[in-house]
């Protein structure tokens, strides 16, 4: 679940808002690791599962959405929906919050009323807000927290502390490995945590800390992982090979072939299989659009450079937080826009709806 992150004004008001993260700019967790490849781990999905049916489209391109403004489109007893991201921004029901000593927002989670945030310090360092009072995780000045998930009471969050992928549980860090890399996603189901990133340049996914290669292709990553139905799911891309990739139980999907595209964000509802992210639209190179596959078949949210970084599914609506083709922060639902910040590069990095 993807990576996707949020300053609250008061604990108070946090926990009565939903969360929508909006970054500025194009975060480290585009950056390339340029590392040897250590040999560890199993290579799987060397060969591609029959492909998604990626010449079916549907065409819903925001610019021809009508389009919310503010606070908008919330109904009275509706479920509460958390956006972060930008410059720290915290969303909830579109009304921006900002997180105190903090530099970015990439993840939200609600549980049990309270309201989770990973990102970057102020001052550099991986942080996590709780009810918006700020944990500083890392020992290191240049830690990320990109990624929080809640179970049982415990706190999970993967990031990357002194260039090495890392889980945090309630505080206390685990090196994932001794090799340079990065986690981007952490996801717990049946007692088992899975993170899902990357290692020595190779796209990883771990299962309580033992790993697997999910690509021989350098600078391929694993950006999200999803747990359902006993099946594992985790999106990324095919780094210097290019290509979005959707990987089931280690069988790679390609839903993109073309090399400006990526899968940020997988989200398991009902059977169907979401995913979030951007590929070439227009059949311009290097033009790219958010996109929302479902199933397979991807569904244009915006042109011109737009990107769909989070994915979450409630009560049959299907939510996107990204980046629309102005470089503004955006939420999607069910196709339809809704630009929380009026800024060029900044956008959203995370969706959490939560039921009232």
Request: proline share 1%.
């Amino acid at each position: 679940m993807k990576k996707h992150a949020f300053n609250l004004a008061a604990a108070a008001l946090a926990l009565a808002l939903p969360f929508v993260s909006c970054d500025a700019g194009w975060n480290d967790k585009y950056n390339k690791s340029n590392n040897n490849n250590d040999g560890g781990g199993a290579k799987v999905g060397a060969k591609n599962a029959k492909p998604a049916a990626t010449n079916t489209e549907v065409s819903a391109a925001s610019a021809m959405q009508p389009t919310m403004e503010g606070g908008g489109g919330y109904p009275a007893g509706g479920p509460d929906v958390y956006v972060a991201g930008g410059d720290t921004g915290l969303w909830k029901n579109g009304v921006r919050q900002t997180l105190d000593g903090g530099y970015s927002a990439y993840s939200v989670f609600v549980s049990g009323g309270n309201v989770y945030v990973a990102g970057s310090g102020k001052h550099g360092g991986a942080a996590l807000w709780k009810n918006g009072v700020r944990q500083t995780l890392s020992g290191s000045d240049d830690g990320t927290a990109h990624s929080v998930f809640v179970s049982g009471g415990d706190v999970y969050v993967a990031g990357v502390d002194g260039n090495r992928a890392t889980l945090w549980k309630n505080g206390a860090a685990q090196t994932l490995s001794s090799y340079q890399g990065t986690a981007y996603s952490v996801f717990v189901s049946g007692g088992d945590v899975y993170v899902a990133g990357r290692r020595n340049g190779y796209a990883a996914l771990w299962k309580n800390g033992v790993i697997q290669n999910l690509s021989d292709a350098y600078t391929s990553a694993a950006h999200s992982v999803f747990v359902s139905g006993g099946n594992v799911y985790a999106a990324g891309d095919d780094g210097i090979y290019g290509g979005a990739l959707l990987w089931k139980n280690g069988i790679r999907q390609t839903l993109s072939n073309t090399m400006d595209s990526k899968a940020e964000s997988v989200y398991v509802s009902g059977g169907d299989v979401y995913v979030a992210g951007y590929d070439v639209v227009n059949g311009e190179k290097w033009q790219h659009g958010a996109m929302l596959w479902k199933n397979g078949v991807r569904q244009i949210l915006s042109n011109n450079d737009g990107i769909g970084n989070s994915v979450f599914v409630s009560g049959g609506d299907v939510y996107v937080a990204g980046q629309d083709g102005g470089g503004n922060c955006t939420l999607w639902k069910n196709g339809v826009a809704q630009r929380l910040v009026h800024s060029n590069q900044a956008r959203a990095t995370s969706v959490f709806v939560a039921k009232q």
